[in-house]
């Protein structure tokens, strides 16, 4: 029988008191996999902390891998430099700040080893500060709708939902979670990787994306619950994060849309957008208008000076899983629907 190396490798800048936290939770969870047909590593990929991170590691778990970027490369292009020299069949690019349970490893390698074209996959994600709440970076499997807006089973821009087991099934999704997300190594790397443009946020929705477009699959395996806290490198409000998350989903949709559907999308996108900004600023947040605006200014750079058109062409035009084909923006503040389950169903 093959054996599967499986190598989780854990992106850390200046996450000192995450990595003491919580790689204990993922040292129990190795030591507990007594599977013969898996060979499990840990790797820290630091991004040039200027805490004492590596020192804490090296003292404390000299068991685990450290590679070392010479600055702070981001979550992107931090992920490609390191992944370079990772040798495994299995990645687990895993957040800092996540405690994972004992048996999360095997329910989501077993999905994937069951179909060769499911290439990422995520576990469920629950609030390590509320256990019976969906966290708000994953959820239980991303979906998209038809403006670019992310949303989850189990997540609605701001409201999560309490787990009762409703999206307990293992299911295609549109994208999963960069917090804590399985991929095969040999399609990350055939795929050229994460975008390293974006930096930070959503480029995890642009990879599964194009995942799709070229014919793969992208799962949620809820039989694996890890618990996240999320927003510990960039909380949430913070301007940077909201540049980045609006940038970056213009690009996005620039890149995986057909053009005659981009033609159209894209504007009307950047015109939901600026409503917002001016709510924000109407409220008093002009840091939030701010942003987006940058954030438009930055796209429209993009799009005339950096963009490149992708080396490995899609291949596949369909509908892709986890697609909306509405409005999510309009079901939830016009129609007042909070819950994932009311959006898909209509009602």
């Known amino acids: 029988m093959k054996t599967l190396s499986v190598a989780i490798v854990i992106l850390n800048w200046n996450g000192r008191d995450y990595l003491e936290k919580f790689l204990p939770s993922v040292i129990a969870s190795i030591e507990a996999d007594t599977s013969q047909t898996r060979q499990l590593k840990i790797i820290v990929a630091d991004n040039a902390s200027t805490d004492d991170s590596v020192s804490f590691v090296q003292n404390k778990y000299p068991q685990i891998g450290i590679l070392q970027n010479s600055s702070n490369e981001g979550?992107?292009?931090?992920?490609?430099?390191?992944?370079?020299?990772?040798?495994?069949?299995?990645?687990?690019?895993?957040?800092?700040?996540?405690?994972?349970?004992?048996?999360?490893?095997?329910p989501v390698i077993d999905l994937m080893e069951s179909d060769e074209l499911i290439a990422a996959c995520q576990p469920k994600l629950l609030s390590y500060n509320n256990k019976n709440l969906f966290e708000y970076a994953g959820a239980s499997g991303g979906w998209l709708d038809k403006f670019g807006y992310p949303f989850m089973r189990g997540r609605i821009f701001d409201i999560c939902e309490n787990d009762t087991g409703q999206y307990d099934d293992a299911v295609p999704c549109f994208w999963a979670s960069g917090a804590a997300l399985f991929v095969k190594s040999s399609v990350y790397h055939a795929m050229g990787g994460l975008d390293e443009f974006f930096f930070a946020h959503?480029?995890?929705?642009?990879?599964?994306?194009?995942?799709?477009?070229?014919?793969?699959?992208?799962?949620?395996?809820?039989?694996?619950?890890?618990?996240?806290?999320?927003?510990?490198?960039?909380?949430?409000?913070?301007?940077?994060?909201?540049?980045?998350?609006?940038?970056?989903?213009?690009?996005?949709?620039?890149?995986?849309?057909?053009?005659?559907a981009a033609l159209w999308k894209i504007p009307v996108r950047m015109g939901m957008d600026t409503l917002s900004a001016w709510r924000g600023f109407l409220a008093g947040d002009r840091g939030y208008f701010i942003a987006i605006a940058r954030a438009h200014l930055h796209f429209i750079g993009w799009f005339l000076f950096k963009q490149k058109q992708s080396i490995f062409p899609a291949t596949k035009r369909g509908k892709p899983n986890g697609w909306y084909n509405g409005s999510v923006v309009w079901e939830h503040f016009m129609q007042k629907k909070k819950a994932f389950s009311e959006i898909i169903s209509g009602k």
């Open 75 to 106: 979550f992107a292009k931090g992920y490609n430099s390191v992944l370079k020299y990772v040798q495994a069949d299995y990645y687990i690019l895993l957040n800092s700040d996540v405690e994972v349970t004992l048996n999360w490893i095997a």
């Open 202 to 260: 959503q480029e995890e929705i642009d990879f599964c994306w194009r995942l799709q477009l070229a014919g793969y699959k992208v799962y949620v395996q809820p039989a694996s619950v890890v618990y996240h806290i999320g927003g510990g490198t960039l909380p949430k409000g913070n301007s940077l994060k909201t540049f980045l998350n609006f940038r970056n989903n213009l690009i996005m949709l620039a890149k995986n849309l057909k053009f005659s």
